[in-house]
């Protein structure tokens, strides 16, 4: 295999029975320092396997298939792409949330988004006790610039509420999701009730899986 560091397309290697040839390639390339390389040989291998178990396996690994597919090969290719799971978190569902988000400020009833000021806040001149109710309003008969004026305020809000959901993660002060609420020029917090929060709870384990599928596949070698 002299020169094989330098093939092209190595992602698109297959293999017939066992993979020994692949995984000694890859233990090769590692070896070297060529760390694309490798990714590549990894998908080959990954990737074959996965077809593998579900063109010719029992049930049980077709379904180990498909959730391979699913959780490993679309967002991030077994780490051939590694980039792509914070593709996907900033600009997939960060801005999908933004618009559900966009759409539940414009009702006034049932579940919503909430904003919270801090009790501890130094302007005790802003906000009230009591949570407050998001809206979009519009005025009724009024002026074009007056609805683009709402949408932009709605539109932002979401945005906010968005990125908090994806990055409230953390342990104690070390939590990202408070660091961007220290950011605001006033001191408040967003939370949802009813179904809202369930949608805000599974952006951020979805947030969460992609942001830690990044860092696996980033700085290790989770696929070996």
Same mark, same amino acid.
């Given at each position: 295999?002299?020169?094989?560091?330098? =093939? #092209?397309? %190595?992602?698109? %290697?297959?293999?017939?029975?066992?993979?020994?040839?692949?995984?000694?390639?890859?233990?090769?390339?590692? #070896?070297?320092?060529?760390?694309?390389?490798?990714?590549?040989?990894?998908?080959? #291998?990954?990737?074959?396997?996965?077809?593998?178990?579900?063109?010719?396996?029992?049930?049980?690994? #077709?379904?180990?298939?498909?959730? $391979?597919?699913?959780?490993?090969?679309? !967002?991030?290719?077994?780490?051939?792409?590694?980039?792509? !799971?914070?593709?996907?978190?900033?600009?997939?569902?960060?801005?999908?949330?933004?618009?559900?988000?966009?759409?539940? %400020?414009?009702?006034?009833?049932?579940?919503?988004?909430?904003? &919270?000021?801090?009790?501890?806040?130094?302007?005790?001149?802003?906000?009230?006790?009591?949570?407050?109710?998001?809206?979009?309003?519009? =005025?009724?008969?009024?002026?074009?610039?007056?609805?683009?004026?709402?949408?932009?305020?709605?539109?932002?809000?979401?945005? %906010?509420? $968005?990125?908090?959901?994806?990055?409230?993660?953390?342990?104690?002060? *070390?939590?990202?999701?408070?660091?961007?609420?220290?950011?605001?020029?006033?001191?408040?917090?967003?939370?949802?009730?009813?179904?809202?929060? &369930? &949608?805000?709870?599974?952006?951020? *384990?979805?947030? &969460?899986? *992609?942001?830690?599928?990044?860092?696996?596949?980033?700085?290790?070698?989770?696929?070996?």
């Amino acid at each position: 295999m002299d020169g094989i560091e330098f =093939a #092209k397309n %190595l992602s698109r %290697l297959t293999f017939e029975g066992e993979r020994t040839s692949l995984v000694v390639l890859r233990e090769r390339l590692a #070896k070297s320092g060529l760390r694309d390389q490798e990714r590549e040989v990894t998908f080959a #291998k990954m990737h074959g396997q996965r077809r593998a178990n579900w063109n010719r396996g029992p049930f049980w690994r #077709k379904v180990e298939a498909a959730f $391979s597919y699913i959780a490993f090969e679309l !967002p991030c290719g077994y780490g051939l792409n590694y980039g792509r !799971p914070l593709h996907i978190l900033f600009f997939g569902f960060i801005p999908a949330f933004t618009v559900v988000y966009t759409l539940v %400020l414009r009702k006034q009833s049932g579940a919503g988004i909430w904003r &919270v000021w801090a009790p501890d806040r130094i302007r005790k001149d802003e906000g009230q006790a009591e949570p407050e109710r998001l809206h979009w309003h519009t =005025a009724g008969g009024g002026l074009e610039r007056r609805r683009v004026h709402c949408f932009l305020r709605a539109l932002g809000l979401a945005f %906010l509420f $968005s990125a908090l959901s994806a990055f409230q993660i953390g342990w104690r002060e *070390l939590n990202v999701g408070n660091w961007i609420t220290r950011l605001l020029p006033r001191e408040y917090t967003l939370r949802a009730t009813g179904w809202v929060r &369930v &949608v805000s709870g599974t952006q951020s *384990l979805l947030s &969460v899986y *992609l942001l830690a599928l990044w860092v696996l596949t980033y700085f290790g070698r989770p696929f070996e």
